[in-house]
């Protein structure tokens, strides 16, 4: 089935990916609030895009392909509103989301960002569904766990990690829809632009987390 052998071909992606120093000490609860906050302003520069991006892939799709328009559909109607929840955390943690709001990202974001739009626009839209496995893989594993951490180890209120705790538990269902789409895809072009832009992903997304501020 094409979902484990997408697995088993971003595993070493995977791996690098989930070594990157401020990932492990997110996950341990040894970051600051300031690592947090530039944390959740760089999620919010991405996340933004997203319902954008669904939306640019399912118009792209062919006819025969409506299958997966109607998952699409079903995605965009889950993920509308998050980046408002980023900027909600970023308020409870006592930082100024509208300076977030009207501020830029990080180059590694933009990159990240530019090569999403690009691959969906310009080469093959199902591309998109490798970029679903790498975020929403990677809340199942990190993201729950990381906030019962950091809330410990910072102090902060629930109100603070709404994203985080959210997409934990709402990736996980998530993701088991996810593997059965993906073992609907038959087509080896499909599959390999799915696999090219997970690998590319966890590249790209692990430079956001290495520019992360760690003090």
């Not at 979902?3 to 341990?28: D, K, W």
């Not at 300076?99 to 999403?116: D, K, N």
């Not at 739009?117 to 839209?125: E, F, H, I, T």
């Not at 499909?190 to 992903?201: F, L, P, R, T």
């Amino acid at each position: 089935m094409f979902y484990e052998n997408l697995l088993a071909e971003t595993e070493s992606a995977r791996t690098r990916f989930l070594g990157i120093e401020a990932i492990q000490r997110g996950m341990q609860g040894t970051v600051s609030r300031g690592t947090y906050v530039a944390f959740l302003t760089q999620a919010y520069h991405h996340v933004k895009h997203t319902v954008p991006l669904l939306m640019a892939c399912g118009s792209r799709l062919p006819m025969e392909k409506e299958w997966l328009r109607e998952a699409i559909a079903e995605y965009i109607e889950e993920e509308t509103g998050h980046q408002e929840w980023i900027l909600n955390d970023i308020r409870a943690c006592g930082s100024d989301e509208e300076a977030v709001r009207s501020g830029s990202p990080h180059a590694s974001t933009e990159l990240m960002v530019a090569y999403a739009w690009d691959s969906v626009s310009r080469g093959n839209p199902v591309s998109f569904f490798g970029m679903v496995l790498v975020l929403e893989g990677s809340s199942v594993a990190l993201a729950t766990r990381a906030a019962e951490k950091l809330q410990r180890s910072l102090g902060l209120p629930d109100a603070a990690f709404s994203y985080l705790s959210s997409h934990g538990s709402l990736d996980v269902n998530h993701m088991q829809f996810f593997e059965k789409l993906m073992n609907r895809v038959k087509d080896e072009t499909d599959q390999k632009a799915i696999v090219h832009m997970a690998n590319m992903m966890y590249r790209l997304y692990g430079d956001v987390f290495r520019n992360l501020p760690l003090d």
